[in-house]
């Protein structure tokens, strides 16, 4: 793992960096200084305290206090109050928590809010025009019935943007396998392939 | 026209799109972990390594020296409560913090509170046991399994059915089979995590959670509290799937509520998908004998079904589908019988079609082994034992389409270019192999509430506590109204998910379209009554006319004569803002105390084969084709068909969605779904969705939803079927068919996998 440099070249100032010397403990405790004398446990304890984060999502700051091993998920969910990215398994197995950061689809369970500074994210919350008009993939997973519960449908929305920009759209069967790391367990996946391929070219333009 | 709306046949209703699917797009739709609550503390579980024993110490230190926690709840806790209670509303009667015995493995044995997540979680997994350790019983053959009988055991199955002579019958048969088949344990994994919100408002106790049952839950967590049941309020507008899963309430409810007042704050816990497996409850894994008699003409005349489930050592969770697999044919001669078979286990629970998934797969791979023993085509032999009546109590079927189902999806899927011969028809380096099974499910319906206001600026506020879990009930209950006011859709809004509305049955059984809908209907006829009533009153705009000749439309009496009236004016004149109706259905043939049971949350089922004119369920053919690739044995499934029948249909899109999620459920039957049972731990090895594998998007390619045309008024007064788990039934039989039909391999256990075919 190598966490410490992920933080650094993820837009956290050295300064606040090393101001936060609990996130270096929290990341690789080799680098917790024995010479000060600060017992494991100490370190431990230290490890819990918040960490200020700064992250952009839906073109919007925010300061957060965090826990270090707070995920990006539960970032969203509990501390920004935008529950539309969801939870399904937090172990990075079923996509209902895909998120776009830098117009790439992440998994946003398996990664941690603080590794996001200056990033931007975007969630089902930020991708509709200002006036409410939707999304296109939003309106075509409408118009094509492609949820029924519709938990996972943040997630496979996200992911089918993120999948019609990476170019892995471009056959009903490319959309199949690349859609595959997002579960419906309603099983609405052949009204998904309906809904992408509706919405291809509009997304590519969007 | 777009696949996902069809266009509506005969008794079909239009495919609307769904009333709530802005808010599904948008992330607005609010599930229960979602709803926005103040100063919430975190709750997370720790639970038992063992599957049998006894917890002799609990070392709670570590875990209370972690920064930020706030409360562990655990033994000595839940004392002065009452214990759960296994029924329709509870999933299981092991009260896991009243006692210290472990019934089964990831019992719950304490809940840590903290002020955050990460520390609640970490707190949990500092939970430390000691145990007394005895050896479980994991499954069946495993030692120490207890053998009952399973007729009396529960209400849901009174009697193992039975008509005729089999024994004699079998003897003197010409052609006979019998074979024997297995299901596996599946866990329903909704995506949506099990969750409780708790938090209290003085004495009045709000729990935000899934549920399929809010009205039922209220109670039971009332009485487990001991508090009134009007302090109690299930909220759940929305649900992210359920199956079943959210029907009984888990003991976690309560533990959570407790914690809630404990600290007089919320207090969210959220289940991990781990622990999900072995405090929800699941479909436990059956076993079945089958034997079928039939002379050389193809005409059954006997039939014996033997099936076999595991449960809990407390619980008799039965789900006996031999009620239905008895019923299907023209047997002649019958015999059943259903065992449990106890062992170290969580107690089952519902899921989708819980009796007729295991039954009929046994039943519909037996029929098509019977159709290769007697060399005849699948589809001919089913309609050469085409039952006038049911074999059992030889009651008429209300209404039975079944051959049209077959008819119609064979011409679909292309039948007739099946080459019948075992192993003829290739794809290169694919085997090709077609096969089809009958769908089942019983037609059943429960009385329902439902408040309908009208106003005089045209909106329509439906209420109803019935649950949206992804079925489109809130969509078709609008429809409902909107047909039967005269106002477009989207002047309606529809409430649900709430204990503190019109009580509704639990969403399960697929009674919700029926029993909604007919309340609604109720409604507001009641409301065309009033209307009808002022418009045709001395002075009014309609005076003189007879009711009967009236239609609503688009804001308007409509009189067969021309005249019409604003149904504005009509509330002006009567000089009120909106005409309000609550109304109570009750099924034909519902006890006096039916209604009484509804509101205490134990509504009664009537339908199915619990009918005296008829029996009633709605049915379905499903065909299959399987490529089977001839070095890997990888199956894969290009192509399914499914033509089904239930009555009204409400709206064509959501009832094919329905029925295509219920057809890729079947395809997850047959090949990918099962957990998996360490038989020295009894414990569940594949506890999370890379292991527990359900269909993905890759796994489906072409697949059709015929929706044949019914007529059925003596189902409900809604003349609707349920269809939320007839889709599922039998397609894993279909799967089992086309993968003999291309390998004349006769795979009995589920699911099929590449190493079954390789030997």
New interface residues.
């Given amino acids: 793992m190598s966490q410490p440099s992920a933080l650094l070249t993820n837009g956290l100032s050295r300064r606040k960096f090393m101001a936060g010397t609990v996130s270096a403990a929290a990341a690789a405790p080799l680098l917790a200084s024995r010479a000060e004398g600060a017992t494991p446990v100490a370190a431990e304890a230290k490890l819990r305290q918040p960490l200020v984060t700064s992250l952009r999502i839906n073109n919007q700051a925010y300061e957060l206090s965090l826990d270090t091993r707070t995920s990006l998920l539960d970032a969203l969910r509990d501390h920004v109050g935008l529950t539309g990215t969801k939870k399904g398994c937090d172990h990075g197995q079923c996509g209902a928590c895909t998120v776009l950061v830098d117009g790439k689809r992440v998994l946003s369970c398996l990664s941690f809010a603080v590794m996001n500074e200056g990033k931007d994210i975007a969630t089902v919350e930020g991708i509709a025009s200002t006036d409410g008009k939707l999304h296109p993939m939003q309106q075509a997973f409408i118009d094509h019935d492609a949820f029924q519960c519709g938990y996972c449908t943040p997630g496979q929305i996200l992911s089918a943007i993120g999948c019609v920009n990476e170019g892995h759209a471009e056959s009903e069967s490319d959309i199949r396998e690349y859609m595959s790391g997002n579960i419906c367990r309603c099983a609405a996946y052949p009204n998904i392939v309906a809904a992408i391929l509706q919405a291809r070219e509009e997304t590519r333009g969007a | 026209m777009?696949?996902?709306?069809p266009k509506p046949k005969e008794n079909m209703g239009e495919p609307l799109?769904?009333i709530?699917?802005?808010?599904?797009?948008?992330?607005?739709?609010?599930?229960p972990?979602?709803l926005?609550t103040a100063n919430?503390a975190y709750g997370a579980l720790a639970t038992s390594s063992i599957a049998k024993g006894k917890v002799t110490k609990l070392r709670l230190d570590d875990a209370r020296a972690?920064?930020?926690l706030l409360d562990i709840v655990t033994y000595g806790d839940m004392d002065k409560l009452e214990k759960p209670k296994f029924g329709n509303s509870g999933a299981t009667s092991i009260g896991p913090l009243h006692d210290r015995r472990i019934f089964h493995d990831g019992q719950i044995v304490a809940l840590a509170v903290a002020e955050?997540?990460?520390?609640a979680e970490e707190a949990a997994q500092l939970i430390r046991a000691e145990y007394e350790e005895e050896k479980p019983t994991a499954t069946f053959d495993s030692p120490g399994t207890a053998t009952i009988p399973a007729a009396g055991r529960s209400p849901l199955f009174k009697e193992d059915v039975k008509a005729g002579d089999f024994d004699a019958a079998y003897a003197a048969a010409a052609v006979k089979i019998d074979q024997r088949y297995s299901t596996p344990t599946q866990h329903h994994?909704?995506?949506?995590?099990f969750s409780t919100t708790a938090y209290w408002q003085g004495e009045q106790l709000v729990v935000h959670e899934p549920s399929q049952n809010v009205t039922g839950w209220k109670v039971e967590l009332a009485r487990q509290l001991k508090i009134d049941p009007a302090k109690v309020r299930i909220v759940s507008p929305?649900?992210?799937?359920?199956?079943g899963s959210k029907g009984p309430m888990t003991p976690r409810t309560a533990i959570v509520a407790i914690a809630a007042k404990r600290l007089g704050r919320p207090v969210r816990c959220?289940t991990?998908?781990m622990q999900a497996f072995g405090t929800q409850t699941y479909r436990a894994e059956t076993r079945h004998r089958i034997r079928i008699g039939a002379g050389k003409d193809g005409r059954i005349t006997a039939f014996a079904h033997e099936g076999w489930e595991v449960t809990s050592r407390p619980d008799p969770y039965v789900v006996g589908g031999t009620s239905a697999t008895g019923r299907m044919y023209d047997y002649g001669s019958v015999l059943t019988h259903v065992s449990l078979v106890q062992a170290d286990r969580n107690t089952p629970g519902y899921m989708r079609s819980p009796p007729e998934t295991p039954y009929v797969y046994a039943l519909e791979n037996a029929m098509d082994e019977m159709a290769v023993a007697l060399g005849m085509d699948p589809i001919e032999f089913r309609r050469i034992n085409e039952p006038k009546t049911e074999p059992i109590g030889k009651k008429p079927f209300s209404s039975r389409s079944l051959i049209q189902c077959y008819d119609q999806a064979a011409a679909a899927f292309g039948w007739a270019k099946r080459d019948p011969e075992v192993g003829a028809m290739r794809d290169g380096d694919w085997l090709v192999g077609m096969g089809c099974a009958t769908a089942i499910y019983p037609t059943a319906v429960a009385p329902c509430a439902a408040r309908v206001r009208l106003t005089v600026d045209g909106d329509v506020r439906l209420q109803c506590g019935s649950h949206?879990?992804?079925?489109?009930v809130r969509t078709v209950a609008g429809q409902m109204a909107s047909e039967r006011l005269g106002v477009s859709i989207d002047r309606i809004s529809v409430e649900m998910g709430d204990s503190s509305l019109p009580p509704a049955p639990v969403s399960g059984g697929s009674i919700s379209t029926a029993s909604v809908c007919s309340a609604v209907l109720k409604a507001c006829d009641a409301i065309r009554t009033k209307l009808y009533a002022a418009a045709t009153a001395e002075g009014g705009p309609l005076a003189g006319s007879r009711n009967a000749e009236f239609e609503l439309v688009d804001g308007k009496i409509m009189a067969k004569s021309g005249a019409s009236a604003k149904v504005e004016d009509v509330l002006k004149a009567m000089q009120v803002g909106a005409i309000e109706e609550y109304a109570e259905f009750a099924p034909k043939g519902a006890t006096p105390e039916a209604l009484k049971k509804l509101y205490a949350g134990k509504p009664e089922f009537h339908g199915g084969d619990q009918d005296e004119d008829s029996v009633k369920y709605a049915f379905g053919a499903e065909f299959v084709e399987v490529h089977i690739n001839r070095y890997t044995r990888e199956i894969r499934v290009p192509r399914i068909v499914g033509a089904f029948a239930a009555g009204r249909i409400m709206n064509t899109?959501?009832a094919?969605?329905?029925l295509?999620?219920g057809m890729?459920?079947g395809i997850?039957q047959a090949l990918h779904e099962a957990t998996e049972i360490d038989r020295r731990y009894a414990r569940y090895v594949n506890r999370?969705?890379?292991d527990y594998l359900?269909?993905?998007?890759?796994?489906?390619?072409d697949?059709q939803v015929i929706l044949v045309p019914e007529v059925d008024h003596a189902v409900n007064p809604a003349g609707v079927k349920g269809l939320g788990e007839l889709g599922n039934v039998g397609t894993a039989a279909a799967v089992a068919s086309a993968v003999y039909h291309a390998t004349g391999k006769r795979i009995r256990d589920l699911p099929i996998r590449i190493e079954q075919l390789l030997v």
């Fill in positions: 777009d696949a996902a709306a799109p769904r709530d699917g802005r808010l599904k797009v948008t992330g607005q739709a609010h599930y972990a979602d926005p919430i972690v920064p930020g955050t997540f990460e520390a994994n909704p995506i949506e995590l929305f649900i992210g799937g359920a199956f959220v991990s998908r949206e879990i992804g079925t489109g899109r959501t094919r969605s329905q295509m999620g890729i459920w997850g999370d969705l890379q359900v269909p993905v998007n890759a796994d489906i390619k697949l």
